[in-house]
């Protein structure tokens, strides 16, 4: 893809990736092995930065097939994703509903919605729907925005639920799949609704 189609952060990120590809097979996957290590038992931001360098590890990771190669043991508490066997890392996204869990290294479905535990699909269908209502504000046409009496105002009220509505799933959904993985990663952006993952206090008792 021409550098001239990408956009300013898609080429920062391209930068930052070539560490990674300075890399050999087997220096990668031992860095990546015991970053699976590092993170194991918690749920992550996606933006996280040791998150950030991860995946980007993952992606050249990927294109080289490092998993297939067994070049280094994967920690032994990670299963093994069956869509590209490299180990289980999802992630939970405001789609998730319709996307399942998404593999952070082939960006596959690893586990769709109906196979979620039962006990949770209904707290987690009503999120979604929920979520998609707030989201859908970003992506009113004319008419509808027209139809509104301020629309400004709307979105930025559309935002702040948007952004409570993820702090919701990092305290209170997103945690409960570490009974099934070792780490789990979870969207803490919305780049329609403008909402930056700065925007979401975890820390606060609220």
């Given amino acids: ?5 990408e956009s300013p952060i898609d080429r920062l990120w391209r930068e930052y990736s070539r560490l990674f590809h300075e890399f050999d097979d087997l220096t990668l996957a031992r860095w990546m092995a015991q970053t699976l290590g590092q993170i194991e038992g918690r749920a992550w931001r996606l933006s ?5 360098a991860y995946r980007l590890a993952a ?4 294109d080289r097939q490092i998993w297939f190669k067994r070049l280094v043991s994967i920690p032994s508490s990670y299963a093994v994703a069956e ?3 490299a180990p289980l890392l999802p992630l939970f996204t405001r789609d998730v509903v319709e996307s399942g869990l998404i593999c952070q290294h082939c960006s596959e479905t690893l586990m769709p919605f109906s196979e979620f535990p039962e006990d949770a699909r209904k707290e987690i269908q009503e999120w979604g729907e929920r979520y998609a209502k707030h989201h859908a504000i970003a992506h009113w046409d ?3 925005q027209q139809q509104c009496d301020n629309y400004t105002q709307t979105c930025e009220q559309a935002a702040q639920s948007a952004e409570g509505l ?3 799933a990092a ?3 997103v945690p409960r799949f570490l009974d099934t993985f070792q780490a789990v990663v979870w969207e803490d952006q919305d780049e329609c609704l403008e909402v930056r ?5 975890l820390l606060s008792s609220d």
């Fill in 59 to 62: 992606q050249v990771g990927h």
């Fill in 166 to 168: 993820l702090v919701i």
């Fill in 1 to 5: 893809m021409s550098s001239d189609a």
């Fill in 48 to 52: 996280h930065p040791l998150l950030g």
């Fill in 142 to 144: 004319e008419r509808q």
């Fill in 171 to 173: 305290r209170e959904i």
């Fill in 197 to 201: 993952p700065e925007d979401l206090d």
């Fill in 83 to 85: 869509c590209c066997r």
